[in-house]
């Protein structure tokens, strides 16, 4: 059998000349992709709608809803932290329940009920594990952040002068301020019990430190943007409780103990919520409880160098990502109105009145623009830092906390 060389080139020409028109073909439909089939997430972000269990998917790009799932329980309360690839959002709601929702195809992925009453949650250091802080029965439990399953429960302590609950098992302290750590740690508050404990993930079983007398109620906490201080507010005494995690054998310290010492108690309406604390190069600005007033810290002292007169009893107290402000929301029933102040002067900037009960604000990742939901109003709003002007408004059932994906690489969020 003879063989034409000159034929197989022919063809062999002919096969590379088709292989390349396919190949540019194939090429030219990539790139025509249609924009709509893909999309990234980076500009995403969950917004609770607590009075009907929902929570809405919206872009702060175009300053949008996408999507809105509902199915989610009691969401009073509720907070979320995000995957590191930041598809997945993990939403911790009052009732217990731990839902993970997939934001690329807006569904609920899984959902487990894992107890009966909790307070927020945190994902760990490498995103695989997600814990939840729980009232009752009081511990922090941790879960495989793929799956959902069991990996470690922390029972609290048990509260010996309390009667036991009606199915005889002891009852144990509500567990507060509990946040991520560097090192593969979770750290958390016990209120009734009056402790920080540090579970180290780091290892092949879990490792519990536990500093006691750290002072009366621990009601919330924060760590510090690089993840050194772990910080918690006493609700039953002047001052906060600090640790250094950086030489937590050293103890905790106690901070700030004298501010409103002498001053009138007034009710108070709200607990400050600790996680918004604003940390700028030089000073931490605190919200602080039962006053108008928030207090500013230095940072290398930890010593109270000024108080700012402000409109009502501060709740969240939160700096632009650029850190030349802070805004303030306040509790019931001077909640209509948000504070602007200039980080360097203390001096206000700006009042707004953005409608009743204004719940929560975001900043978008590099601070151009800031979001609040104003929950009596059934509205979202977005205003332009820069300006403090009204850009857009969105539509929402009783909307409360609002967190874009960009909490996915911050310590502590």
Not at 100 to 115: E, F, V
Not at 167 to 186: E, I, M, Q, T, Y
Not at 386 to 412: D, E
């Amino acid at each position: 059998m003879s063989i034409n060389i000159k034929s197989v080139k022919k063809h062999l020409a002919f096969a590379l000349v088709l292989t390349s028109a396919l190949a540019l073909q194939a090429c030219s439909q990539n790139t025509m992709m249609p924009s709509h089939s893909l999309r990234a997430t980076g500009d995403l972000g969950v917004l609770i709608e607590r009075a009907t269990g929902q929570v809405k998917i919206v872009n702060h790009t175009s300053n949008t809803a996408i999507s809105e799932i509902d199915g989610l329980g009691d969401l009073s309360h509720a907070s979320i932290v995000f995957s590191r690839d930041e598809r997945f959002a993990y939403v911790f709601g009052r009732d217990g329940g731990l839902t993970k929702i997939d934001l690329l195809t807006s569904r609920i992925d899984k959902r487990i009920l894992q107890s009966g009453n909790s307070i927020g949650g945190a994902i760990s250091q490498d995103g695989k594990l997600v814990a939840v802080s729980n009232y009752t029965p009081g511990g922090v439990k941790i879960f495989n952040s793929e799956t959902l399953e069991l990996v470690a429960e922390i029972p609290a302590t048990v509260l010996t002068t309390k009667p036991k609950n009606k199915d005889g098992s002891p009852v144990r302290s509500k567990v507060v301020g509990l946040v991520d750590a560097p090192g593969h740690k979770f750290v958390f508050s016990l209120f009734d019990s009056h402790e920080i404990w540090i579970a180290d993930m780091s290892g092949p079983e879990l490792k519990l430190t536990k500093h006691q007398d750290i002072g009366l109620f621990p009601y919330d906490a924060l760590i510090s943007p690089d993840g050194r201080y772990y910080i918690a507010g006493l609700f039953g005494e002047d001052g906060m409780a600090m640790l250094d995690l950086w030489h937590p054998e050293k103890g905790v310290r106690r901070i700030l103990k004298d501010y409103g010492k002498g001053g009138k108690k007034l009710p108070v309406y709200k607990m400050p919520h600790l996680e918004g604390w604003a940390m700028t190069q030089d000073f931490a600005f605190v919200p602080a409880v039962g006053q108008h007033k928030v207090l500013v810290v230095n940072l290398k002292t930890w010593q109270q160098v000024a108080e700012i007169d402000v409109h009502g009893q501060p709740i969240f107290v939160m700096a632009q990502p650029d850190n030349r402000q802070i805004w303030v929301n306040f509790a019931y029933p001077l909640n209509d109105t948000i504070e602007v102040y200039n980080t360097e002067t203390f001096e206000q900037v700006k009042s707004l009145t953005p409608g009743p009960a204004v719940l929560h604000m975001e900043f978008t990742p590099r601070g151009e623009n800031v979001w609040m939901s104003v929950r009596d109003n059934n509205e979202v709003q977005v205003y332009d830092t820069r300006t403090q002007q009204l850009l857009s408004t969105m539509k929402a059932k009783s909307p409360s906390g609002i967190f874009f994906t960009s909490r996915a690489h911050q310590i502590g969020l």
